[in-house]
């Protein structure tokens, strides 16, 4: 027994205008895709439209101002520059041991002393207390120099070690100042206050030596 032949699909019904929902949709509304039959039904469905929803303009990210800028600004950090150069420190430390404990003794000198450094405070007779200036910034920036500038003449491998240092981080301060404002650099922080006395000794050490 043959086989009928299968039947052609139905087509598919047309669908109602979705604003007289009696004529069938001839167009559709490039919005919503709402069907729709004529130029009348169209003006009806645009007046009784709701509004589209609010497109998020997405802002341009900014370009990069200084060399190597990332999200998490640690190119903003006011050692920045200085820490860039971490590899060739720890190389220095590693030519030169002792180096690290000599610096740090360096920036001993430009601290307040400590009420203990003498005893106590006990232990000092009254004219002597007076003969001590008060501590300053300024005198500890001036000790420190003196300081800095004595372990530079030192002749053995220690002071080769502090030149070195020294040299460094001149290099990576003058690099960083050609690269972005110098002004950027310096924050109302611990580390920047640090990074500001290392510059200001450094920087006095070789105007002396001029």
Not at 25 to 46: D, I, L
Not at 160 to 179: M, W
Request: with cysteine; hydrophobic share 30%; glycine share 8%.
């Amino acid at each position: 027994m043959a086989t009928p032949p299968p039947s052609e699909p139905k087509a598919a019904a047309a669908r109602l205008c979705g604003v007289c929902e009696k004529e069938p949709g001839k167009y559709k509304c490039p919005r919503c895709t709402m069907p729709y039959c004529s130029v009348a039904c169209n003006r009806t469905h645009k007046e009784n439209h709701p509004p589209d929803e609010p497109k998020i303009k997405l802002e341009p990210e900014p370009p990069s101002r200084l060399r190597g800028e990332n999200r998490d600004g640690e190119d903003k950090h006011p050692l920045r520059g200085i820490l860039e150069y971490q590899a060739d420190m720890q190389r220095l430390f590693h030519k030169y041991p002792g180096l690290d404990e000599e610096l740090d003794r360096l920036q001993r000198t430009t601290l307040p002393p400590s009420p203990t450094a003498n005893g106590g405070g006990g232990g000092l007779l009254p004219f002597k207390m007076h003969q001590q200036p008060m501590w300053s910034r300024d005198i500890g920036l001036r000790r420190g120099v003196e300081a800095l500038r004595k372990a530079r003449c030192n002749p053995s491998s220690l002071g080769d070690g502090v030149r070195e240092f020294c040299d460094l981080i001149l290099f990576a301060l003058v690099n960083e100042a050609r690269e972005t404002n110098a002004t950027e650099l310096v924050r109302q922080d611990v580390a920047a206050e640090e990074a500001k006395i290392v510059e200001r000794l450094l920087r006095e050490e070789i105007e002396k030596d001029r």
